[in-house]
């Protein structure tokens, strides 16, 4: 998994205005990377359980996007 190193906040306020907007954008595209990594598991994790197991936890395939996009149930 995807370790996201934010910068400090001494860091972004010392450097120029230009470096300042780059280094967030950089932090969100990493962010978003990181999301998405996390949402590619809790698919992988879901699609592979059997319908049963998936009701046991209150859910139906039909739910797993949901779950995946959402974080819950």
């Known amino acids: 998994m995807l370790k996201l190193h934010t910068f ?7 450097a120029p205005p230009r470096r300042r ?14 999301d ?8 992988e ?7 049963s197991d998936l009701a046991k936890r209150g859910l139906t395939r039909d739910d797993i996007m949901r779950v995946v996009l959402t974080g819950r149930k």
Request: aromatic residues 6%; proline residues 0%.
């Open 8 to 14: 400090s906040d001494y860091t972004l306020i010392s």
């Open 45 to 51: 994790q879901l699609a592979h359980m059997s319908n």
């Open 36 to 43: 998405g990594g996390e949402m590619q598991a809790r698919y």
């Open 21 to 34: 907007g780059i280094a967030r954008h950089v932090v969100r595209v990493l962010a978003g990377i990181r």
